[in-house]
């Protein structure tokens, strides 16, 4: 049975840097897709970044400043933000699965989903 379970949420300034983990049992990281969704309150879940074999995917919104990695040795995914601001406030969702490389954008691509990581930032 797979189970994702993210951590590193917290508060943070408009400005600072968090970095988010999803430790991984049951599935081994390096073999299927994993990604990052967000939802806000009154909005519905959105994309944020994914790596698969086939790259590394990220949402318009937050190029530039975030990073998505895996390590299979710790068989965690990790999200890497920086340069945050107040529209990245919001639930964060670790997400596994084996989506077409059209599909990494959308929920239904993944099966596997970690309970959220509280993310707010304040300005």
């Known amino acids: 049975q797979v189970q994702l379970v993210e951590s590193g949420g917290g508060l943070v300034q408009t400005g600072g840097s968090l970095r988010l983990s999803c430790t991984a049992s049951?599935?081994?990281?390096?073999?299927?897709?994993m990604a990052w969704f967000r939802e806000a309150p009154g909005k519905r879940r959105e994309f944020v970044a994914a790596v698969a074999v086939s790259g590394t995917y990220y949402a318009d919104s937050v190029k530039g400043r975030h990073v998505i990695s895996k390590d299979s040795g710790e068989n965690t995914l990790y999200l890497q933000m920086n340069s945050l601001e107040t529209e990245d406030t919001g639930v964060y969702y670790c997400?596994?699965?084996?989506?077409?490389?059209?599909?990494?954008?959308?929920?239904?691509?993944?099966?596997?989903w970690g309970r959220g990581t509280q993310v707010t930032v304040s300005s």
């Open positions: 997400a596994g699965g084996r989506p077409s490389s059209r599909s990494v954008y959308y929920s239904a691509g993944y099966v596997d």
């Open positions: 049951g599935v081994r990281v390096g073999n299927y897709a």
